[in-house]
């Protein structure tokens, strides 16, 4: 298995003992691939500044009163992105995502611009049926194409939803008109950044407009800038942090999490706590997922 390991970094700079692949339930894979960026750059450079500064979180959790790292995170080798199509980079993330989940690991994904989720869920529907997906954005990525890109990252949720599986989308405060026409003509359950501060997290909205079994990706636009102000394409208002953190434990507590990816993290030199907040956040739901 140590082709399958990323000898230089791992997730939380865990000793062998507790990250290594044979033991461990949970694998993060780092997505660097950035190909269809429409603003600002940098998403390349996301899952290694997340596991570097993964390094200074506490395997402690006082929320749930464990380290979660006992249950065991490995983290793979990188997936190769240079010099391929977005289509030929969704293959080969849906490769080695079916590879993590045909040996028993829960699958994190670190991105890289958010066309990679597209592959994790391509790589999930090879092993697992039956499920639907949570998006947590600023942007509702259902554009057919975008710049002629139909694998850009303005469209990744338009294919996952070609892939026949229900979406739930929270946080969304930007879209163009053609957005507005797809999800009203496929009934996607859409809950808007402006509605959900004004009435409150629609945590039964999207517990009924999703099956047992979820997949979650997490755009980091989707939270506020105060929080993650190092993303491309940033967005005025935004998700805050506890009470994200709320929901989503909720969404673990009464779902199957399958799985999960976090995208767009484009780190800005100097400006750390952005990639350790993410680094947090992606513990976090580990814990919720194993030990909650």
């Given at each position: 298995?140590?082709?399958?390991?990323?000898?230089?970094?791992?997730?939380?700079?865990?000793?062998?003992?507790?990250?290594?692949y044979g033991s461990s339930r949970v694998a993060v894979l780092p997505i660097p691939f950035e190909k269809s960026v429409s603003y600002g750059g940098g998403a390349s450079k996301?899952?290694d500044a997340i596991i570097q500064a993964s390094g200074q979180v506490e395997w402690y959790d006082e929320e749930i009163n464990a380290e979660a790292c006992q249950v065991g995170i490995a983290t793979a080798a990188p997936v190769v992105c240079k010099n391929i199509t977005g289509e030929e980079a969704v293959k080969?993330?849906?490769?080695?995502?079916?590879?993590?989940?045909?040996?028993?690991?829960?699958?994190?994904?670190?991105?890289?611009?958010?066309?990679?989720?597209?592959?994790?869920?391509?790589?999930?529907?090879?092993?697992?049926?039956?499920?639907?997906?949570?998006?947590?954005?600023?942007?509702?990525?259902?554009?057919?194409?975008?710049?002629?890109?139909?694998?850009?990252?303005?469209?990744?949720?338009?294919?996952?939803?070609?892939?026949?599986?229900?979406?739930?989308?929270?946080?969304?405060?930007?879209?163009?008109?053609?957005?507005?026409?797809?999800?009203?003509?496929?009934?996607?359950?859409?809950?808007?950044?402006?509605?959900?501060?004004?009435?409150?997290?629609?945590?039964?909205?999207?517990?009924?407009?999703?099956?047992?079994?979820?997949?979650?990706?997490?755009?980091?636009?989707?939270?506020?800038?105060?929080?993650?102000?190092?993303?491309?394409?940033?967005?005025?208002?935004?998700?805050?942090?506890?009470?994200?953190?709320?929901?989503?434990?909720?969404?673990?507590?009464?779902?199957?999490?399958?799985?999960?990816?976090?995208?767009?993290?484009?780190?800005?030199?100097?400006?750390?706590?952005?990639?350790?907040?993410?680094?947090?956040?992606?513990?976090?739901?580990?814990?919720?997922?194993?030990?909650?």
């Open positions: 298995m140590s082709s399958l390991i990323n000898i230089n970094n791992n997730f939380l700079d865990l000793p062998p003992e507790l990250s290594t996301g899952p080969e993330i849906a490769k080695r995502t079916s590879k993590l989940i045909s040996d028993g690991k829960f699958p994190v994904g670190l991105g890289g611009e958010h066309t990679v989720t597209a592959g994790c869920v391509m790589g999930m529907l090879k092993e697992c049926k039956d499920f639907g997906v949570l998006q947590l954005d600023a942007h509702a990525d259902l554009r057919d194409s975008y710049q002629g890109d139909r694998y850009s990252h303005a469209s990744v949720m338009r294919r996952v939803r070609e892939f026949g599986l229900p979406i739930a989308a929270v946080g969304i405060r930007s879209l163009c008109q053609e957005e507005v026409e797809y999800i009203k003509r496929e009934k996607i359950a859409v809950f808007y950044d402006r509605v959900v501060n004004k009435d409150g997290w629609p945590l039964e909205g999207v517990i009924n407009a999703l099956p047992k079994r979820v997949y979650i990706t997490i755009d980091v636009d989707g939270f506020s800038p105060s929080v993650v102000p190092a993303t491309g394409t940033p967005e005025p208002g935004g998700l805050p942090w506890y009470e994200t953190l709320s929901f989503l434990k909720q969404i673990f507590a009464q779902k199957d999490v399958i799985g999960l990816d976090v995208v767009e993290l484009a780190p800005i030199e100097g400006l750390h706590f952005a990639d350790f907040s993410m680094a947090k956040l992606i513990y976090k739901l580990i814990g919720y997922r194993f030990i909650s």
